[in-house]
């Protein structure tokens, strides 16, 4: 009996493990497309780490970014319309003229976010509320 109660403590220790891991969901070839040709249509980018990164009129329409890590990228011209940027961290990013219609910007952190000139056309907020 002491056996069986020792591979059941272990088995529940191993499934909990695993379910409380970090899950990386971002794909890392469409990663290092986006570094390479600053191009990334409907990629996988989310939880990947884009810190600092230098993206200056990428393109990104309609890709994931959900809770990526944006802080101090350059994003100046880029094409992010109908992106996910959903719970990403975009402080201190530079969006100077980047396309962000119809992009769900929900729960993203804006501090120090520079939007100057941006398409912001039906853009859902941080706060959920739709732009005009």
Avoid: W
Avoid at 25 to 54: I, P, R, V, Y
Avoid at 93 to 114: I, Q, R
């Amino acid at each position: 009996m002491k056996r069986f109660f020792v591979l059941v403590v272990a088995v529940v220790s191993v499934f909990f493990g695993l379910a409380t891991a970090p899950a990386y969901a971002f794909n890392q070839a469409s990663l290092n497309e986006l570094l390479s040709t600053n191009n990334c249509k409907d990629c996988d980018l989310s939880d990947a780490d884009l810190t600092g990164a230098n993206l200056v009129g990428a393109d990104l329409e309609r890709a994931n970014l959900t809770r990526a890590n944006l802080t101090g990228a350059d994003l100046t011209g880029a094409d992010l319309e109908k992106a996910n940027l959903g719970i990403a961290n975009l402080s201190q990013a530079n969006l100077t003229g980047a396309d962000l219609e119809k992009a769900d910007l929900k729960g993203a952190d804006l501090t120090g976010t520079n939007l100057t000139g941006a398409d912001l056309e039906k853009v859902t907020m941080p706060d959920g509320s739709k732009h005009a």
